[in-house]
C-alpha cells in the first residue's frame, strides 16, 4: 500500500459564498481537520432532540483512491458548549463519493434546552481525511495465535486506575 503524505485533490466550489467566507482550510499549522461552513440560504434552528438535518457544506471533493478516507467530525466547541454533534455520530466520505458534502446535524441537549441557530456560513463541522486499510480474510475455525487479553471486552481491563487488569479471558 503505498499513501502519498500531502496528496492533492480536486475540489468543486458548488456555493460562490465560500469564496467570501473560506474555503475549506486548515485553521492552524497541527489542526488534523479543516472546518466545514453551513452553506444555508438563512438561519436554521435546530431544536433539542429534533431529528438530525442535512446541512449543504457546498463542496465536493475527489479522492478517487482506495488509500484514502475522509471523516466528517463535529467540530469540539459546538459540541461539547451547545450540545451541536453529527447525526451519524461520524461521517464516512468513501473515495469515489464525489457529490456534495453534506452534514448531518443533531442538537443532543434535553427537551426544554436552549435551541441552537446556525447562520450561514458558520462553520459546523470538521473534514479529516486519513489512510485506509483494506484487509483481505482467511476463514478459519481457530486463530493461528492468542492474545493476552483472550475474549476479555467490554469493561474487562477495567474502569478505575487502582483497578487490576483482567488476567486471560472473561
Not at 61 to 81: E, Q, T, W
Not at 132 to 139: D, L
Not at 146 to 155: C, K, M, N, T
Amino acid at each position: 500500500m503505498t499513501f502519498e503524505k500531502n496528496p492533492h485533490l480536486e475540489l468543486r466550489v458548488l456555493d460562490d459564498r465560500l469564496y467570501d467566507w473560506g474555503l475549506p482550510k486548515y485553521q492552524t499549522d497541527l489542526s488534523a481537520g479543516m472546518d466545514l461552513h453551513a452553506c444555508i440560504a438563512e438561519p436554521m434552528t435546530l431544536q433539542p432532540q429534533a431529528p438530525a438535518v442535512l446541512i449543504p457544506s457546498g463542496i465536493a471533493i475527489l479522492m478517487n483512491s482506495p488509500d484514502m478516507v475522509a471523516f466528517l467530525l463535529a467540530r469540539s466547541g459546538l459540541g461539547h458548549k451547545k450540545g451541536l454533534v453529527l447525526g451519524q455520530a461520524v461521517g464516512t466520505i468513501d473515495a469515489d463519493y464525489a457529490d456534495q458534502i453534506f452534514i448531518s446535524a443533531w442538537l443532543r441537549t434535553p427537551p426544554g434546552s436552549e435551541p441552537i441557530v446556525i447562520s450561514p456560513g458558520d462553520r459546523i463541522a470538521q473534514l479529516v481525511f486519513l489512510p485506509i486499510v483494506r484487509p483481505t480474510f482467511s476463514i478459519v475455525d481457530r486463530f493461528s495465535a492468542s492474545s493476552a487479553r483472550g475474549l476479555g471486552g467490554f469493561g474487562s481491563t477495567g474502569v478505575t486506575a487502582t483497578q487490576p487488569a483482567a488476567s486471560g479471558s472473561d
